[in-house]
């Protein structure tokens, strides 16, 4: 028969996740500053192209201007992998 263990401080340590909580904390926080930065970004704007106007929300351009702003330095940083990777190969022959 086994009698009923004390809590100690070893159990609590190893129940008790501070790192967790605190990642948990910090994405909460992060949704929170996500829905308040969409809400206040929902104005429409006019977008000028060269050969047309276009309205659309705030949001969408900004989205899309990060998109491409990431697409663009994955695509260089490539472009600089390549280059590097080809000046620095021994010639075959």
Do not use: C
């Amino acid at each position: 028969m086994r009698l009923r263990r004390s809590t100690d401080r070893s159990d609590l340590a190893e129940t008790y996740q501070p790192r967790l909580w605190a990642v948990l904390i910090v994405l909460g926080l992060l949704a929170l500053y996500l829905v308040a930065f969409v809400v206040e970004n929902n104005k429409e704007i006019s977008v000028h192209f060269v050969l047309g106007t276009a309205r659309v929300s705030l949001i969408w351009v900004i989205l899309f201007s990060v998109l491409i702003g990431l697409l663009g330095g994955l695509m260089l940083s490539q472009l600089y992998r390549r280059r590097r990777r080809r000046r620095s190969a021994p010639p075959t022959a």
